[in-house]
């Protein structure tokens, strides 16, 4: 079978090779990958920039679909012909996370979705729904499911509350397409006049460009009428975080989800504490969290938003656009 693995850190290194077909063991599916999408923690992954100490060679991705083509003894979830996607984290089933679990995930520690054949425990994965494409439906593991739980885990989106978004990639277009359909009210930052049109056309009200506006925390307060956003999704970290703080309402909610802009800020933390906010930092979710988004999915009939999609042998441009950071949405690799 087809994979694509790193056998030394750096893009440069993503090539292509044959594996044999993976056999089975107890308890486990084997699915025929019909469609991966990225993150940009695969990137990271691959560039020894997530974790240095990532064995090697790696088969990257953490999201993929396709179609169980033969179950292991035991197996009761599933059979052959389903339609599924992996979990992240192939082991969390539900409930809280817990070191063990959040740390054994799909493309990095464990081998991920680049390849022809997938072998997953039957626990760590869910039926597509049914409106979706296998394209759609690789999209939903990581970013889909993150977005899920920012809105409705700890703090609940509420009709006619503010959420402010940062940038158009996976999770916050995701998060627009589901605050929409809770009936909240969106604020949306990017670099890109374009973008900002794009996600306008999805519903979100109110769009700032960040460049043309470097105080783009004020005049989400000015939108607000001074009040504050009540829910923000944070995935700069180090160069947003504290305007985050700044335009969040008292008694606000600021979801951290990464450190695209860096790991680590100076801020002043006594705003955090008089302005009574909530910090809350997210890790994907769990396969519960995917069943519920799922079910979420099927009942708004929501399709998930796909800027470009690559055929397998031209994964590493995959790779080389998400680095860019020039998509909206999601990047697919169709494998048919």
């Not at 997953?120 to 394209?135: F, K, T, W």
């Not at 940062?166 to 969106?186: C, E, H, N, W």
Request: charged content about 20%; hydrophobic content about 40%.
């Amino acid at each position: 079978m087809r994979v694509f693995e790193i056998t030394a850190f750096g893009l440069d290194n993503l090539k292509v090779a044959d594996h044999p077909i993976p056999e089975l063991k107890p308890g486990q599916i084997r699915v025929r990958i019909h469609a991966a999408s990225l993150n940009f923690r695969d990137v990271a992954m691959c560039k020894g920039h997530y974790n240095r100490k990532q064995a090697l060679p790696l088969i990257p991705l953490a999201d993929g679909a396709g179609v169980v083509d033969k179950v292991g003894r035991g197996v009761s979830r599933f059979r052959e012909g389903d339609r599924v996607a992996g979990c992240f984290a192939p082991d969390w089933i539900d409930g809280p996370p817990e070191h063990k679990l959040i740390r054994n995930t799909l493309g990095g520690p464990l081998s991920g979705m680049l390849a022809d054949y997938v072998i997953l425990p039957e626990q760590g994965a869910v039926m597509l729904p049914s409106h979706l494409s296998y394209r759609e439906g690789a999209t939903l593991p990581c970013a889909a499911v993150t977005a899920w739980n920012t809105l409705t885990k700890y703090r609940q989106l509420k009709a006619g509350d503010t959420l402010l978004l940062q940038g158009t990639g996976g999770v916050s277009i995701f998060a627009l397409q589901f605050a929409k359909a809770m009936g909240a009210t969106v604020i949306i930052t990017s670099s890109s006049d374009e973008k900002l049109k794009e996600a306008a056309s999805l519903g979100a009200d109110h769009l700032i460009n960040y460049k043309t506006c470097p105080d783009w925390d004020q005049k989400a307060r000015k939108i607000t009428n001074k009040a504050g956003v009540d829910h923000i999704i944070d995935v700069g970290g180090g160069n947003t975080f504290e305007k985050s703080v700044n335009c969040a309402k008292v008694g606000g909610f600021i979801a951290v989800l990464g450190a695209m802009g860096g790991s680590e800020t100076p801020m002043n933390l006594l705003r955090v504490v008089m302005n009574n906010l909530t910090v809350q930092g997210f890790v994907v979710g769990s396969r519960a969290d995917f069943e519920a988004l799922n079910e979420f999915l099927g009942t708004h009939q929501l399709h998930p938003v796909i800027s470009d999609t690559f055929r397998f042998g031209d994964a590493r441009e995959a790779f080389e656009l998400m680095e860019r950071g020039e998509h909206l949405g999601k990047i697919v690799i169709d494998f048919h």
